[in-house]
């Protein structure tokens, strides 16, 4: 059946639903209210005629008074004669004393006398019912000269109160006629506005936005609202629970996903980090992954589903790779998807990454104690970059509802730009990094677009609740918004945004599992390439080369455990890898320098013959070589100051199918929430640390093998895979809300 004419037929239904009961009833009133009309109207007549009886007779009483005297039977006719013109006066008698009438008018009737007869009217005993129709009788007292002569009857007709009756019936029912065709169109149409209003409200509803715009409106609805909301949230945690005990998550089960949800939909991912990087080398152009946890999340998401991955090329072949479109299909040795270079100049990159991005909102959002730095001119080129890959992004958009999944900091405007462009696109924005409190986030000159170009998303994800919780204050704090605690969305410009968590994790299986080296050949290339004695246990931290990863306290907590524990010296050395990253900003120079100053200090106290406590490497390792590192280590650090979610604790927990080695981890990262099993330590305690790293080289093998083996459980099941699949199942059920009410609003 056609919308429009269902929606028809239900108007004409719920029309007559309400009107027929109002005819009804003001039918039963019209009944109730006429006959009682019609007392009133007889009633306020017999005052009426009894006030224009005593006036009469006042007005007669001289004139007549004196011809009575004069007993001038003529002249008295004649006065009564005229008296009785007005044509409610019928006839006109007098009595005397002895009640004998002794003159009266030819119209006076035969059955009235000079005693007031009793009336048939049980209302009035004025009230009497001749042949010729209903009368109102009076007899008044006549005054000569103060002394009573007799009375005057007067004797009127009623049937003008019987036309004013009918008149009065038929005015009465034209009013309720006109009252309840009156009543009814503004019934009806605030019956119409109503379900309008609350048809719109279910629209809204359904796409996630609330009942109304505003709590004040619409109250007496919100505990309808308030059950179906709580239905949802139940059908839908009963359905991720299921989804969880039922679904292994894979490439395979993601493919599914998306060829299921997304049939036909376009995906495209936007960085500033590119997941593969060609630079020119001695022996030509070589191509370098980068040392990221966003691109080794987004990287495994993007193999599954193929799509267009936008970013900015930085590498110095870049340029000599690309097609004509700035395109380059990757991964070189098998092309599962394709990237899209960006380019940006010196200047633009120093204002917008290094500038903005990493003096400004990094040091904001990470709890380091390093006091961030905000420029203007680095603010305008902000803009710009987000401006231009928002550009690229509609570009390379194939439809009008592609999904985006912009990544991390650097775009935070970019969600806003996007829905101007495309505003029927599923925007999903997620902050690798954490959300500082809103004290903190105030200090950002520009925290109000910030937080606006971020409320451009359709989902805004976080690593943890914590961060999600920091986030809604920080908006409720600097924002005009309305915001829905209990499902964590914020209404915003026209806009609704869901705030939630999804933690990140690794790809599992990891994609050398089938061809990775043994752990005791790892164990033993490793000792034979740095010279470490086959006694010597190993401790491993990866790291870029970041004030917020904690490895000059990670230092600080080695030497301790040797201070502490010298029997330790000769045999634990530990193996510091730390990718060089913004190495152009004077912040990161300095923490460069005090790592290797610290590193040269530890090595000169407790080095002794071929000995090295500390073995720093500054330099790029690819992945797979530093999966063999973790497959050697028997401890690895993750000491962060502050961290999102830190994906080095979970690399190292999927390396060891062994099911030995031992993680200890800041309780300042967001894996520290996942990984109950690891040795977690605050960073800042540099002896509780030193003792943490000594418990863990010291473990009984069955207890490192209980540990490892319940977080490989957790890593295995809360994969990359499943974290994507969690925030595309999100939006699919956003989309096809979206959907559902064009339809209805058809």
Same mark, same amino acid.
């Given at each position: 059946?056609?919308?429009?004419?269902?929606?028809?037929?239900?108007?004409?239904?719920?029309?007559?639903?309400?009107?027929?009961?109002?005819?009804?009833?003001?039918?039963?009133?019209?009944?109730?209210?006429?006959?009682?009309?019609?007392?009133?109207?007889?009633?306020?007549?017999?005052?009426?005629?009894?006030?224009?009886?005593?006036?009469?007779?006042?007005?007669?009483?001289?004139?007549?008074?004196?011809?009575?005297?004069?007993?001038?039977?003529?002249?008295?006719?004649?006065?009564?004669?005229?008296?009785?013109?007005?044509?409610?006066?019928?006839?006109?008698?007098?009595?005397?004393?002895?009640?004998?009438?002794?003159?009266?008018?030819?119209?006076?009737?035969?059955?009235? $006398?000079?005693?007031?007869? +009793? !009336? %048939?009217?049980? @209302?009035?005993?004025? #009230?009497?019912?001749?042949?010729?129709? &209903?009368?109102?009788?009076?007899?008044?007292?006549?005054?000569?000269?103060?002394?009573?002569?007799?009375?005057?009857?007067?004797?009127?007709?009623?049937?003008?109160?019987?036309?004013?009756?009918?008149?009065?019936?038929?005015?009465?029912?034209?009013?309720?006629?006109?009252?309840?065709?009156?009543?009814?169109?503004?019934?009806?149409?605030?019956?119409?506005?109503?379900?309008?209003?609350?048809?719109?409200?279910?629209?809204?509803?359904?796409?996630?936005? $609330?009942?109304?715009?505003? +709590? !004040? %409106?619409?109250? @007496?609805?919100?505990? #309808?609202?308030?059950?179906?909301?709580? &239905?949802?949230?139940?059908?839908?945690?009963?359905?991720?629970?299921?989804?969880?005990?039922?679904?292994?998550?894979?490439?395979?089960?993601?493919?599914?996903?998306?060829?299921?949800?997304?049939?036909?939909?376009?995906?495209?991912?936007?960085?500033?980090?590119?997941?593969?990087?060609?630079?020119?080398?001695?022996?030509?152009?070589?191509?370098?992954?980068?040392?990221?946890?966003?691109?080794?999340?987004?990287?495994?998401?993007?193999?599954?589903?193929? $799509?267009?991955?936008?970013?900015?090329?930085?590498?110095?072949?870049?340029?000599?790779?690309?097609?004509?479109?700035?395109?380059?299909?990757?991964?070189?040795?098998?092309?599962?998807?394709?990237?899209?270079?960006?380019?940006?100049?010196?200047?633009?990159?120093?204002?917008?990454?290094?500038?903005?991005?990493?003096?400004?909102?990094?040091?904001?959002?990470?709890?380091?104690?390093?006091?961030?730095?905000?420029?203007?001119?680095?603010?305008?080129?902000?803009?710009?970059?987000?401006?231009?890959?928002?550009?690229?992004?509609?570009?390379?958009?194939?439809?009008?509802?592609?999904?985006?999944?912009?990544?991390?900091?650097?775009?935070?405007?970019?969600?806003?730009?996007?829905?101007?462009?495309?505003?029927?696109?599923?925007?999903?924005?997620?902050?690798?990094?954490?959300?500082?409190?809103?004290?903190?986030?105030?200090?950002?000159?520009?925290?109000?677009?910030?937080?606006?170009?971020?409320?451009?998303?359709?989902?805004?994800?976080?690593?943890?609740?914590?961060?999600?919780?920091?986030?809604?204050?920080?908006?409720?704090?600097?924002?005009?918004?309305?915001?829905?605690?209990?499902?964590?969305?914020?209404?915003?410009?026209?806009?609704?945004?869901?705030?939630?968590?999804?933690?990140?994790?690794?790809?599992?299986?990891?994609?050398?599992?089938?061809?990775?080296?043994?752990?005791?050949?790892?164990?033993?290339?490793?000792?034979?390439?740095?010279?470490?004695?086959?006694?010597?246990?190993?401790?491993?931290?990866?790291?870029?080369?970041?004030?917020?990863?904690?490895?000059?306290?990670?230092?600080?907590?080695?030497?301790?455990?040797?201070?502490?524990?010298?029997?330790?010296?000769?045999?634990?050395?530990?193996?510091?890898?730390?990718?060089?990253?913004?190495?152009?900003?004077?912040?990161?120079?300095?923490?460069?320098?005090?790592?290797?100053?610290?590193?040269?200090?530890?090595?000169?106290?407790?080095?002794?013959?071929?000995?090295?406590?500390?073995?720093?490497?500054?330099?790029?390792?690819?992945?797979?070589?530093?999966?063999?590192?973790?497959?050697?280590?028997?401890?690895?650090?993750?000491?962060?100051?502050?961290?999102?979610?830190?994906?080095?604790?979970?690399?190292?927990?999927?390396?060891?199918?062994?099911?030995?080695?031992?993680?200890?981890?800041?309780?300042?990262?967001?894996?520290?929430?996942?990984?109950?099993?690891?040795?977690?330590?605050?960073?800042?305690?540099?002896?509780?640390?030193?003792?943490?790293?000594?418990?863990?080289?010291?473990?009984?093998?069955?207890?490192?093998?209980?540990?490892?083996?319940?977080?490989?459980?957790?890593?295995?099941?809360?994969?990359?895979?499943?974290?994507?699949?969690?925030?595309?199942?999100?939006?699919?059920?956003?989309?096809?809300?979206?959907?559902?009410?064009?339809?209805?609003?058809?």
């Amino acid at each position: 059946m056609n919308l429009r004419k269902l929606w028809s037929s239900r108007s004409l239904s719920l029309t007559l639903r309400f009107v027929i009961p109002l005819v009804v009833f003001m039918i039963l009133l019209a009944y109730v209210v006429v006959p009682l009309v019609d007392k009133l109207t007889l009633r306020w007549s017999i005052r009426d005629l009894d006030m224009r009886s005593k006036m009469i007779t006042n007005t007669l009483q001289e004139p007549f008074g004196d011809l009575l005297v004069q007993g001038n039977r003529m002249k008295i006719n004649t006065l009564f004669r005229r008296a009785i013109q007005d044509e409610r006066l019928l006839a006109l008698g007098y009595c005397d004393d002895q009640n004998k009438l002794l003159y009266n008018t030819p119209t006076f009737p035969n059955s009235i $006398g000079c005693s007031l007869p +009793k !009336s %048939s009217i049980l @209302e009035s005993p004025a #009230l009497i019912q001749l042949p010729q129709g &209903l009368v109102h009788v009076a007899v008044n007292p006549l005054l000569i000269e103060g002394v009573q002569s007799g009375s005057l009857v007067l004797v009127h007709d009623m049937s003008f109160v019987e036309r004013r009756s009918s008149d009065t019936r038929k005015y009465i029912l034209i009013l309720f006629a006109v009252l309840c065709l009156v009543t009814s169109f503004i019934t009806v149409f605030i019956a119409h506005w109503s379900w309008r209003g609350w048809m719109k409200g279910v629209r809204a509803l359904l796409r996630g936005d $609330g009942l109304t715009k505003s +709590k !004040s %409106s619409g109250s @007496e609805l919100q505990p #309808l609202v308030s059950d179906l909301r709580a &239905l949802l949230r139940t059908i839908d945690a009963e359905r991720r629970i299921a989804d969880d005990v039922t679904l292994s998550w894979n490439p395979e089960t993601l493919r599914n996903l998306l060829y299921k949800q997304f049939a036909g939909e376009q995906i495209i991912v936007v960085s500033n980090r590119e997941p593969y990087i060609h630079v020119k080398g001695k022996d030509g152009i070589q191509i370098q992954r980068p040392a990221s946890g966003l691109v080794t999340a987004v990287e495994a998401v993007m193999r599954a589903c193929s $799509g267009i991955w936008i970013a900015h090329g930085g590498g110095t072949a870049d340029h000599d790779v690309v097609d004509k479109n700035d395109h380059f299909a990757v991964p070189p040795e098998h092309p599962e998807y394709m990237l899209r270079r960006i380019w940006l100049t010196r200047e633009e990159e120093q204002g917008y990454y290094y500038g903005f991005a990493n003096e400004g909102l990094w040091p904001l959002c990470h709890i380091a104690h390093v006091r961030p730095i905000f420029r203007t001119s680095d603010w305008k080129q902000y803009v710009a970059i987000n401006q231009r890959f928002a550009d690229a992004v509609v570009q390379e958009s194939d439809r009008e509802d592609p999904v985006v999944l912009v990544q991390d900091y650097h775009f935070a405007l970019l969600p806003r730009m996007l829905r101007k462009a495309l505003p029927k696109a599923t925007i999903i924005m997620f902050w690798h990094i954490p959300w500082p409190n809103p004290e903190s986030f105030g200090i950002c000159p520009w925290r109000e677009e910030l937080l606006r170009g971020m409320l451009g998303s359709t989902i805004l994800g976080f690593h943890t609740p914590f961060h999600c919780k920091n986030f809604l204050e920080t908006v409720d704090r600097y924002l005009e918004t309305r915001i829905e605690q209990a499902s964590s969305t914020i209404y915003h410009g026209g806009n609704l945004t869901l705030v939630a968590d999804y933690p990140i994790s690794i790809q599992w299986p990891t994609p050398w599992q089938d061809s990775q080296p043994s752990i005791t050949t790892c164990r033993t290339e490793i000792r034979q390439l740095l010279k470490i004695d086959k006694d010597c246990l190993i401790g491993l931290g990866v790291d870029r080369l970041d004030y917020t990863k904690g490895i000059l306290e990670r230092l600080r907590a080695v030497e301790c455990l040797l201070e502490s524990h010298p029997e330790m010296i000769g045999r634990f050395c530990f193996i510091q890898i730390a990718a060089p990253s913004r190495s152009a900003l004077e912040e990161y120079q300095n923490f460069d320098a005090s790592v290797r100053a610290l590193t040269t200090q530890i090595n000169l106290r407790f080095s002794k013959e071929s000995y090295l406590p500390v073995h720093l490497k500054v330099e790029h390792h690819e992945p797979v070589d530093v999966n063999r590192y973790y497959r050697a280590a028997d401890v690895c650090m993750v000491t962060s100051l502050h961290d999102g979610m830190n994906l080095v604790a979970k690399e190292y927990v999927a390396a060891r199918d062994d099911e030995r080695g031992v993680l200890i981890l800041s309780r300042f990262t967001g894996a520290a929430h996942e990984l109950y099993e690891a040795l977690i330590v605050n960073p800042y305690h540099i002896e509780q640390t030193a003792d943490a790293l000594y418990q863990a080289l010291t473990m009984p093998e069955f207890e490192q093998q209980a540990r490892m083996r319940s977080m490989r459980s957790m890593v295995r099941d809360f994969n990359v895979y499943r974290w994507a699949a969690r925030m595309l199942l999100d939006a699919a059920r956003i989309r096809q809300r979206q959907k559902l009410s064009e339809k209805i609003g058809m």
